[in-house]
């Protein structure tokens, strides 16, 4: 257990509670339809107010509907924190109450003394065939009272420093409601197919302390949910359920796009080939800029990464840049990647001192007023994450957990407006950084986090 006691100091719930300025009520209907929030930034108060913005404790709302249990799935976990999120709203795991059953998956942790909670808590440690890939999904699931359901997809570890100090993504589902009993599983599924999609990823863990879970999800509604789930599991894959030919296959049959040149951000840069033509073109290039048209194939699109210097670093709230990182075995055989980096700018968002461990990827118009659809997800831009295709199919390494928001199915137009003016229409979508983007300049160091 970690030495960090936070459940024993009042003053903990106190400065917490203290921080949440905006109701939760009013944050969700500013976001919808998009539901998309950053985390809350405990050295940035304009982010505590922020409609946009949420802090772990609010995800335990009251507004959210009452709570019953929950499933936790992370990479990293410190389970005094964890705990502490809920004793925050009142849900007693420190209090002479009855608590709330918590299942945790997780890749690694301080779970020593887990026992001692063993009337509440299940836990297991997931681990993956290769030490190429990891655990590294973050997903919450809650179940009410009342039998609804309420899931979030999310970057963040179970980590005090990475909900307070660094920018993180979280999208929320709406509230699913039970169906009727008896009703047939295949039932209340959306337009999208999340139901299916998440229960094909749950079961792929083949665990049992899963399988409550799995029934809980199978009798909820989940037809209001309009964005797609998307996954990835360790293994060779000979169908397009998975990583980047699952997300291949929803952006040909969906988005529409003329233009426009693809923006990926996140954490960690993985093994991405030699030369851009290792890799790139016949992977991850193509994907991102599938459509209906397939204008690309007669143009050249760029790509931008989207990664913090070493002055960014040193300028954060966290100048050890502890959860950012380029491994010294990659970059070496990767020099190419230099000339397409950009650095992390979040002025607009209150949030350029707090590095990014969000992940996010999407196809900026060239005009920089709209954007053909977006990516939350905990995949950052590797192979082990969104997989190397061979003869034998696709092989991925890692677990991974996230949404596509495609605007045709979200508000019903070709792209999400980032701007209020006579082109665009609808309500305004807010990326993670601020446009434009401003190139590594040759001075620049890309932060190594050796």
């Not at 959306?190 to 899963?210: I, M």
């Not at 209001?224 to 599991?233: E, G, L, N, P, T």
Request: proline share 7%; charged share 20%; aromatic share 14%.
């Amino acid at each position: 257990m970690s030495d960090k006691m936070y459940f024993y100091l009042p003053s903990y719930k106190e400065e917490a509670l203290e921080k949440m300025k905006v109701p939760v009520k009013k944050k969700m209907e500013a976001a919808h339809p998009y539901n998309i929030f950053l985390t809350t930034v405990d050295e940035s108060p304009e982010t505590h107010e922020e409609l946009t913005s949420m802090s772990f404790p609010e995800l335990l709302d009251p507004y959210f509907g009452e709570l019953e249990s929950s499933l936790q799935i992370t990479c990293l976990v410190d389970l005094g924190f964890l705990l502490a999120q809920y004793d925050i709203m009142g849900h007693g795991y420190f209090l002479p109450q009855k608590p709330k059953p918590l299942t945790l998956l997780y890749y690694n942790g301080d779970l020593e003394l887990a026992d001692n909670y063993k009337h509440f808590l299940t836990h297991v440690k997931v681990d993956t065939p290769t030490d190429f890939g990891c655990h590294h999904t973050k997903m919450m699931v809650f179940r009410y009272t009342d039998k609804s359901v309420r899931i979030i997809v999310h970057t963040a570890n179970l980590l005090e420093d990475q909900w307070k100090s660094y920018t993180q993504g979280l999208w929320i589902s709406p509230k699913c409601p039970p169906l009727p009993p008896d009703t047939d599983p295949k039932v209340g599924d959306s337009t999208t197919n999340f139901k299916h999609d998440v229960l094909h990823y749950l079961s792929s863990y083949k665990v049992s302390e899963l399988q409550p879970w799995l029934e809980i999800l199978k009798a909820v509604d989940m037809s209001d949910v309009k964005v797609f789930f998307i996954a990835s599991i360790p293994g060779m894959h000979t169908t397009d359920d998975w990583g980047q030919l699952k997300m291949g296959k929803i952006l040909k049959e969906h988005i529409v796009a003329n233009d426009g040149n693809i923006i990926a951000q996140y954490s960690v840069i993985g093994s991405l080939g030699p030369e851009p033509s290792s890799w790139f073109p016949s992977n991850m290039l193509s994907v991102f800029t599938s459509s209906k048209r397939e204008w690309w194939r007669n143009n050249t699109p760029q790509i931008k990464f989207i990664y913090p210097t070493q002055k960014c670093v040193s300028k954060s709230y966290d100048k050890t840049g502890g959860y950012v990182g380029y491994p010294k075995e990659t970059r070496a055989k990767q020099e190419w990647v230099l000339s397409y980096m950009c650095d992390w700018y979040s002025d607009k968002r209150y949030r350029t001192r707090a590095l990014p461990h969000i992940k996010s990827y999407c196809r900026l118009s060239t005009d920089e007023k709209k954007i053909y659809y977006f990516v939350l997800t905990s995949a950052n831009m590797s192979k082990a994450a969104w997989g190397f295709r061979a003869k034998s199919g696709l092989s991925l390494q890692s677990y991974e957990a996230g949404v596509i928001l495609v605007p045709q199915i979200l508000i019903g137009q070709d792209y999400f407006p980032l701007v209020n003016d006579e082109v665009t229409r609808g309500k305004v979508f807010l990326l993670p950084y601020d446009l434009p983007l401003v190139p590594h300049s040759d001075s620049d160091v890309p932060f190594w986090g050796d």
